[in-house]
């Protein structure tokens, strides 16, 4: 008996410890996860609340990360169709082991097993060739409506420049809605007479002749690559910088003074990347009260020869619920290359797993829904008619939309507006798809 006894109490510990040696651990099995996955806004300074980088700092959130991920809230990642190759999304197994180490007790394992640590260069997520920062703070007030604000940075680019990669980092990431960067080549009527560094009121800005966008900041964008097979954004010798900020009063005074960081290509590149400044664009929308699910399309016509597709970020505001993004081209055939969820919180950007061509003449069509009923917890106020307008109580249907082309090629003629977008507004909803297929 004592023999038998001894025996099973060794199979017990025996297999107490093949279950303890499947346990993942922190530094084995999640910190890699952590550090490939979390880290760029889970750290000190940057969007998330919470630190990631320790065993510390992440032990306490453990039964959170594991609901989160469960759930699908983090990551955020909102495609439903296309292919990506910057997808957030983590396999099972990865979800797997997370859960693992949360029911299990979330231990911290041993030493030796934790990878170095990740290194950050004064918080940015690029190593930056050169930053380029607003010349003072700008004032925010504690309360009402701030309209966007324009600053003209002198830079004065000393030659053509080519540019790989971009950071927009918000001074003050409290009152920064979101923001833009854009170049001003020499001879640009728009914002030709402002001082450098005091602050213009205007619309969201962008759509202006011989301008570019060369950096942007929303919640989760993080930076902006523009080397796809080789390409890069030209900034024209002499020009300056203009950003471009939406600003919320949080009820307290505020500052802030923003900056973008910026990594120079090694040579002139063959092909150009280039941002459509939020089109396609529906300037015209109708959302009637109470509608639940009305929809707005918009549309841009490819007008050079030799671009190709490589990044889509859909831009609605609080009323917004999905963005579809569907291309005709020239022969007929159409196709739906994204199609996903809007989360405003989230404004994610989404990188073509590789670039798709888009002949001169194909139809860009940008098909939305929103709503503006009291089920929508982030209506404003679903007894008003919405138009198009900056702020959140307004409504956008738009997209940046990036493409790689030519160098030589002329970035005025990429883009012309098309079928719905040049429709009048109308007293319903729309433009709507059924309308503009009823023409």
Request: glycine share 8%; net charge neutral.
């Amino acid at each position: 008996m004592n023999t038998l006894r001894a025996s099973l109490a060794g199979f017990v510990l025996g297999m107490t410890a093949v279950a303890a040696s499947n346990t993942p651990t922190f530094n084995k099995d999640v910190l890699p996860i952590l550090q490939k996955n979390c880290q760029g806004c889970h750290r000190p300074g940057e969007l998330a609340p919470m630190s990631f980088l320790t065993y510390s700092d992440t032990r306490p959130w453990a039964k959170a990360m594991k609901q989160a991920v469960l759930t699908r809230k983090m990551p955020p990642w909102f495609a439903e169709k296309g292919h990506f190759a910057n997808d957030r999304t983590l396999s099972q197994d990865v979800v797997n082991t997370l859960v693992s180490w949360a029911d299990n007790g979330a231990p911290e394992g041993d030493a030796k097993d934790k990878p170095a640590p990740l290194t950050f260069r004064d918080g940015w997520n690029i190593q930056p060739d050169m930053i380029v920062e607003m010349p003072k703070e700008f004032h925010v007030a504690a309360k009402g409506t701030i309209n966007y604000q324009n600053f003209r940075v002198k830079v004065n680019f000393p030659e053509d420049t080519w540019v790989v990669a971009a950071e927009m980092r918000p001074g003050n990431p409290k009152v920064v809605h979101h923001g833009r960067v854009i170049v001003l080549p020499p001879g640009t009527a728009w914002m030709a007479n402002a001082i450098p560094g005091e602050a213009y009121e205007e619309g969201s800005g962008g759509a202006k002749e011989g301008t570019d966008l060369l950096g942007k900041y929303n919640p989760g964008l993080g930076a902006q690559s523009f080397d796809v097979d080789g390409s890069a954004k030209l900034v024209p010798k002499g020009s300056d910088l203009v950003f471009n900020l939406h600003y919320t009063a949080v009820g307290t005074p505020e500052t802030d003074r923003s900056r973008v960081g910026l990594v120079f290509a090694k040579h002139p590149p063959q092909k150009r990347y280039w941002m459509s400044p939020g089109t396609p664009s529906a300037f015209n929308l109708v959302i009637p009260p109470g509608d639940s699910n009305a929809e707005i399309v918009s549309e841009v016509t490819v007008g050079v020869s030799g671009a190709e597709l490589t990044y889509i970020q859909p831009h609605l505001h609080l009323r917004g619920k999905d963005y579809e993004l569907r291309l005709t081209y020239p022969t007929g055939e159409s196709e739906t290359v994204f199609k996903g969820i809007w989360n405003f919180d989230w404004q994610v950007g989404y990188q073509l797993a590789k670039p798709l061509p888009v002949p001169k003449g194909t139809k860009i069509l940008a098909i939305a829904h929103f709503d503006n009923s009291v089920n929508n917890k982030f209506n404003p106020d679903p007894k008003q008619t919405v138009w198009w307008g900056d702020q959140n109580w307004d409504e956008m249907q738009s997209g940046f939309i990036g493409l790689v082309f030519d160098a030589k090629t002329d970035a005025s003629k990429v883009f012309i507006p098309s079928g719905p977008s040049l429709l009048p507004r109308g007293t319903t909803v729309g433009p709507t798809l059924a309308a503009v297929q009823a023409k």
